[in-house]
């Protein structure tokens, strides 16, 4: 009777110790990532009227601008849906326009990951109020890509630079159309970052320069109106970098980007 033996490989030692070595720092760096997530996250700011202003009116329908539309009520931060309305209307009463009763109400909300709590509060509110409006998130936007447009700019600078100005125009075209819209109640559209300046700023200036033919010494001068301030270095060159590419396209007078 032949015996049967069987070899059983036993890994090395110095292998094991590798593998759970690997597995200790992809969990210390899984944790670390998820520190910084927390510990990153911007500290929402309240509604201020202050930051509200009007954009646009588009037939019955109005775009604003402003800034985070929270506000702190018995130690909670909710929506700031009814302090919004009333906003909206001393600001048409001083227009001698039609007040708001019943709208709909477009959230472009222009929050980043840093500020996913905030974000998640939108969209909670619109879930559980669908007959009030909902939430458009745009997180996408990176002002750097356009920073760096000049005629000296590589190839691949400016395929980057113009194909991020196409997705700017694309998303303002957006906007432009819901504003558009005729419905049995007006649409009030409200774009808006955290503090309501730079990111808000941006798309503002980018919706004037594309629909409203403001050349860009005006959308500035309107800009610091309605924020208080310039805005931040990379946000002005992208505004900047923007109007280039409304005036190349739409073909603009040349003095359009001065």
């Known amino acids: 009777m032949t015996k049967v033996t069987h070899t059983i490989t036993r890994r090395p030692k110095k292998t094991n110790r590798t593998i ?6 992809l969990l210390a760096g899984l944790f670390v990532c998820v520190v910084v997530f927390f510990w990153s996250q911007k500290i929402p700011q309240e509604l201020d009227p202050n930051r509200i202003a009007l954009i646009a009116v588009v037939g019955n329908n109005y775009i604003f601008r402003g800034n985070n539309p929270f ?9 700031a849906y009814h ?4 906003y909206f209307n001393n600001i048409l009463s001083q227009q001698d326009r039609n007040l708001l009763q019943d709208y709909y109400l477009v959230d472009v ?3 980043d990951l ?25 997180s996408t936007l990176s002002p750097s890509l356009l920073f760096k447009r000049s005629p000296h700019s590589n190839r691949v600078t400016q395929q980057i630079t113009e194909r991020y100005s196409l997705w700017v ?16 109640k007006p649409i009030i559209i409200y774009i808006h970052c955290n503090a309501g300046r730079d990111r808000t700023g941006f798309i503002v200036a980018g919706y004037k320069l594309l629909f409203h033919n403001v050349h860009l010494s005006g959308v500035r001068l309107q800009n610091v109106a309605e924020s208080g301030r310039n805005s931040e270095g990379v946000y002005e060159q992208a505004i900047y970098s923007y109007c280039l590419h409304v005036k190349q396209v739409y073909n603009k007078s040349n003095d359009y980007c001065d």
Request: aromatic share 8%; net charge neutral.
């Open 109 to 111: 909300s222009l929050l």
């Open 20 to 25: 759970k070595t690997c597995c200790l720092i």
């Open 169 to 184: 125009t694309n998303t303002l075209k957006q906007i432009q159309e819901m504003a558009s819209r005729q419905t049995d």
């Open 114 to 138: 840093d500020e996913y709590y905030t974000m998640k509060k939108e969209e909670q509110f619109f879930a559980k109020h669908p007959d009030r409006g909902r939430v458009m998130n745009i």
């Open 83 to 86: 302090e919004l309305t009333s």
């Open 71 to 79: 506000v702190t009520k018995d130690k909670e931060t909710v929506f």
